[in-house]
């Protein structure tokens, strides 16, 4: 059995909504849920927004102190904080579940994932690089944003059932208790550095090169789009497996991604029909609803600088007095 699952709070519906329909044509053997991390207590859905898909809210899973995780984290934060603990649930209460694949929910699936899942039963886990090769100018993302950021991009992480993934699973969950931050000053990009780890930790993971699978704003500068009566290519040789739409905001439809400045899309008329696609089926399935609904875990943004800057202005002070003790 093969679980596939997102993350996302209620004001993420429609892109979870999205994948979950994409994986549904797909790959209709793959059991798809959604980590909702929020609550659905006292929330009433229009009935045409009511997700098909099961949603299991983040309180259910048993994370130890998880009210204390949703205090020291803004939402982008925890809602990548819990992943490893998604992980473990499912592993746990899903005895024929073998494989288990995260996607982050502003993905689309193209293609049957039979190749992926093979890789899993070979190696174990999967990860993807967000780029294959080298850029050639100084925008935006360029490699050193990824050095900051993480080599792996972690919209996309798939592991097999076996004791050295359930192992990894735990230590992954205690780092990201508490080092979920975006503080690249620190070494730290929410969950991804962590999983720089992963090939270093666990013999035989599977770095997929294939330029089909997660393709997105940070690897265009090396892949370039075309369709076939087989579907969407990629550099006119592999099938376009999955696209993440990351940083994409359907009500700024000419804007490809916020988080990058290389390309317009008016300059890639390669993308036009993937992005119109992905436009219409947000619109469809209620993004603008859903953007309505505040996390239930987050609290207002005045309240966690004073949480975060407290907590990073006792650690010179807890050095000193360290220092002091031992001379």
């Not at 988080?259 to 603008?288: K, M, W």
């Not at 875990?297 to 002070?317: D, G, N």
Request: with cysteine; aromatic share 16%; proline share 6%.
């Amino acid at each position: 059995m093969t679980i596939a699952f997102t993350i996302c709070s209620i004001n993420y519906l429609a892109q979870a909504r999205t994948l979950g329909d994409s994986l549904k044509r797909t790959n209709p053997d793959v059991q798809f849920f959604i980590g909702l991390v929020d609550k659905l207590e006292g929330v009433a859905f229009e009935e045409a927004y009511l997700p098909e898909y099961p949603m299991i809210e983040i309180d259910k899973i048993e994370i130890e102190a998880f009210q204390e995780m949703a205090d020291r984290y803004n939402i982008t934060e925890l809602n990548t904080a819990v992943k490893p603990f998604y992980f473990t649930y499912f592993f746990r209460n899903y005895s024929d579940a073998t494989r288990v694949i995260y996607f982050d929910p502003d993905i689309i699936i193209y293609q049957p994932l039979t190749e992926l899942l093979n890789r899993i039963d070979q190696f174990g886990a999967v990860l993807t690089p967000h780029i294959h090769s080298p850029i050639e100018d100084r925008l935006t993302p360029n490699e050193l944003h990824h050095l900051n950021t993480g080599i792996y991009n972690l919209g996309f992480v798939a592991f097999g059932r076996n004791q050295a993934n359930i192992d990894y699973l735990k230590w992954w969950e205690e780092k990201l208790r508490y080092e979920c931050y975006i503080d690249l000053c620190n070494g730290l990009f929410t969950d991804q550095h962590w999983m720089d780890f992963l090939p270093i930790f666990v013999d035989g993971v599977h770095i997929e090169r294939s330029p089909g699978y997660n393709a997105a704003y940070w690897n265009l500068h090396e892949r370039t789009f075309s369709k076939t009566e087989k579907g969407f290519m990629v550099n006119e040789e592999y099938p376009l497996i999955f696209f993440h739409y990351s940083g994409y905001d359907p009500a700024k439809p000419d804007i490809l991604s916020k988080y990058q400045d290389r390309f317009e899309l008016a300059q890639r008329p390669d993308l036009t029909e993937l992005f119109s696609i992905y436009r219409n089926q947000l619109v469809d399935l209620g993004n603008a609803y859903y953007r309505n609904f505040p996390c239930w875990y987050i609290k207002p943004v005045t309240v966690k600088r004073y949480v975060r800057v407290r907590k990073w202005m006792k650690k010179p002070f807890e050095y000193v007095i360290n220092q002091l003790q031992t001379t």
